[in-house]
């Protein structure tokens, strides 16, 4: 069967209309269900659920790497963390739902292991998940080189590249160590997760026309 232009485009504006919803209900009932855990913990809860933060180099304590991301210290964290990590999980997920449900786990195992055993203080956010997001955007650019990915890698670095500041330590209050090793799990997520340019090739017959 052929294809004309016009169906191969419409055909890719579909395939793209379909991965935006996607990725926009996904992150929309990510941020709902961390949105609703954080007004229960406040106002029914006594704040108890802090406690499944990252308690540093407890045995006993490793499985909250899980649930940290997805926990916040008050309102008004998770209200700071809410536009960034709906912004950057979008355009995380976009591209492809499986990838980004894979890139997310190596940010959490990643960056929860480095917070486990290098923070001083209980730590929890989705800050983890925001600069792993930021990572994997970046990581996707350099190691993909397609223009989609180099265009919202460069988007990316122009609105939020001041938030490298943050893996920075300053405030004992806040967590480098979440921020850091977030975002380094989100360039090894890019780079474990390239596609394979070689297959993506045609091949190339030696023989005689």
Same mark, same amino acid.
């Given at each position: 069967?052929?294809?004309?232009?016009?169906?191969?485009?419409s055909?890719?504006?579909?395939?793209?209309g379909?991965r935006?919803?996607?990725?926009?209900?996904?992150i929309?009932i990510v941020t709902a269900?961390m949105w609703?855990?954080?007004?229960f913990?406040?106002?029914?809860?006594?704040?108890?659920?802090?406690?499944?933060?990252?308690?540093?180099?407890?045995?006993?304590?490793?499985?909250?790497?899980?649930t940290?991301?997805?926990?916040h210290?008050?309102?008004s964290h998770?209200?700071a963390n809410?536009?960034p990590?709906l912004?950057l999980?979008f355009?995380?997920?976009f591209?492809g739902i499986?990838?980004?449900?894979?890139?997310s786990?190596?940010?959490?195992v990643v $960056?929860? @292991? %480095?917070? !486990? =055993?290098?923070?001083?203080?209980?730590?929890?956010?989705?800050?983890?998940?925001i600069?792993g997001?930021?990572?994997?955007?970046v990581?996707?650019g350099l190691?993909e080189?397609r223009?989609?990915d180099?265009a919202?890698?460069?988007a990316?670095v122009?609105?939020?590249?001041t938030?490298?500041?943050?893996?920075?330590?300053?405030d004992?209050a806040?967590?480098w160590?979440?921020?850091l090793?977030?975002?380094v799990g $989100?360039? @090894? %997520?890019? !780079? =474990?997760?390239?596609?394979?340019?070689?297959?993506?090739?045609p091949?190339i017959s030696?023989?005689g026309?």
């Amino acid at each position: 069967m052929s294809y004309t232009p016009d169906r191969r485009r419409s055909e890719g504006i579909v395939r793209h209309g379909a991965r935006a919803l996607s990725a926009i209900v996904l992150i929309g009932i990510v941020t709902a269900v961390m949105w609703a855990l954080e007004l229960f913990d406040v106002y029914a809860d006594g704040n108890r659920l802090d406690r499944f933060g990252i308690q540093p180099r407890d045995v006993n304590d490793l499985p909250d790497i899980f649930t940290a991301p997805f926990m916040h210290g008050g309102i008004s964290h998770i209200a700071a963390n809410t536009v960034p990590f709906l912004v950057l999980g979008f355009l995380a997920a976009f591209r492809g739902i499986a990838k980004f449900l894979a890139a997310s786990l190596i940010v959490i195992v990643v $960056g929860g @292991l %480095g917070v !486990w =055993f290098t923070s001083s203080a209980n730590t929890l956010g989705s800050s983890i998940l925001i600069f792993g997001f930021f990572g994997y955007l970046v990581g996707r650019g350099l190691f993909e080189r397609r223009l989609l990915d180099i265009a919202i890698a460069v988007a990316v670095v122009a609105v939020y590249g001041t938030m490298l500041l943050g893996v920075i330590p300053s405030d004992p209050a806040i967590s480098w160590q979440g921020h850091l090793f977030g975002l380094v799990g $989100g360039v @090894l %997520g890019a !780079w =474990f997760l390239r596609r394979d340019t070689a297959a993506d090739r045609p091949a190339i017959s030696s023989g005689g026309r």
